[in-house]
């Protein structure tokens, strides 16, 4: 599939996906593993700010992804506290050993294969409520073109996490940011019952919460919520199709 046809293809089922009612913690992550498939990136995440004005971790399109957004709210230094910060991009900077600007982080980054970031911010009327990392391995780099995708695919992230039927007033804005942040918790909770339980990694626990939810016509959220509430026993959460015997 040729790259353009690939965008189209993702801008018609994130549109699918953005129905009332829809998982935006599904929605996001989808985001990120079509950003890596799209823009040819290694790895892609989304981070959110809090009511308070503090980043959290909302999703990503693996699990090293994941633990380099913790590590850069832990150690409240990386590309993306600094895009949060400024509001401005952050477009192909180069990772190495001996770059100052992130002491903590760019070691960590660069253990994990990444050697170039990229950081757009998530915007809504003037005001930054998170950002979109993207992460190249060595020789990786954003052309112009792949900047306009990317502030497309940042623009579709924005009104994920905003309904779309929303007022976009201060109170309901806060109230959204809040509600994807808890569902981000409910999940995790899932993902350790699911793993501890089927004895799998937490990228396949992951899988399989997001398969039982396709599967049954359900959303991420309500899915992860039957699993920690009992409802749902963990082992039977659906296998992803790939993983299925044949």
Known sequence: MSRESLLVSTLVELADNLV???DVIEVLTMLSDRCVEVIDVAAAGVMLAQPGGELQYIASSNAPMRVLELF?????EGPCMDCFIDG????????????QRWPRFTPRAIEQGFRSVHCLP????????GGLNLFHGEGGSLQSDDVLVVRGLAHVATIAIVQHRATLDAK??????GLALNSRIIIEQAKGMVSQATN??????????????????????DVATSVVDGLLRATDTDLPAASRTP
Do not use: W
């Open 122 to 129: 998530l915007k809504l009327r003037g005001r930054t409520i």
């Open 20 to 22: 009332d009612n829809y």
């Open 88 to 99: 401005e991009p952050i477009v192909n900077y180069s990772l190495n050993a001996t770059d």
């Open 172 to 177: 309901s804005l806060n109230d959204q940011l």
């Open 72 to 76: 850069q709210i832990q150690s409240n």
């Open 200 to 221: 799998c990694d937490m990228d396949m626990a992951f899988a399989r919460l997001r398969a039982h939810a396709r599967n049954h016509n359900q959303r991420l959220t």
